[in-house]
């Protein structure tokens, strides 16, 4: 059975910093691509980074230059840094594996207060 588990979400002041995790089970997330997406409220899920298993990377134009998508393949855990942060990256921050199926973890909340 697939598992992620995320951590890492919080409060945090604007220009400040958040790392989550992704933690998985029944699942290698060095061999499968895996995202990360947002969603404030009233808003649609949107694509915030995702890495392919092949390690090409991706982000959304809002946040380049300030987050950054990696994995740790011992671990299996998925991280996504994000650096000065503002506060509409405000929102409930999911990570999601493909394999055949799209796989979702709980999510975990930040908000950046201004």
């Known amino acids: 059975q697939v598992q992620l588990v995320e951590s890492g979400g919080g409060l945090v002041q604007a220009g400040g910093s958040l790392r989550l995790s992704c933690a998985a089970s029944?699942?290698?997330?060095?061999?499968?691509?895996m995202g990360w997406y947002r969603q404030a409220p009233g808003k649609q899920r949107e694509l915030v980074a995702a890495?392919?298993?092949?390690?090409?990377?991706n982000y959304a134009d809002s946040v380049k230059g300030r987050f950054t998508i990696s994995r740790d393949n011992a671990k299996n855990t998925g991280y996504l840094q994000m650096n000065s942060l503002r506060p509409e990256d405000t929102a409930v921050y999911y990570c999601?594996?493909?394999?055949?199926?799209?796989?979702w973890g709980q999510g975990t909340q930040v908000t950046v207060s201004s």
């Open positions: 999601n594996i493909k394999r055949y199926n799209d796989y």
């Open positions: 029944g699942i290698i997330v060095s061999i499968n691509a």
């Open positions: 890495i392919t298993s092949g390690g090409n990377i």
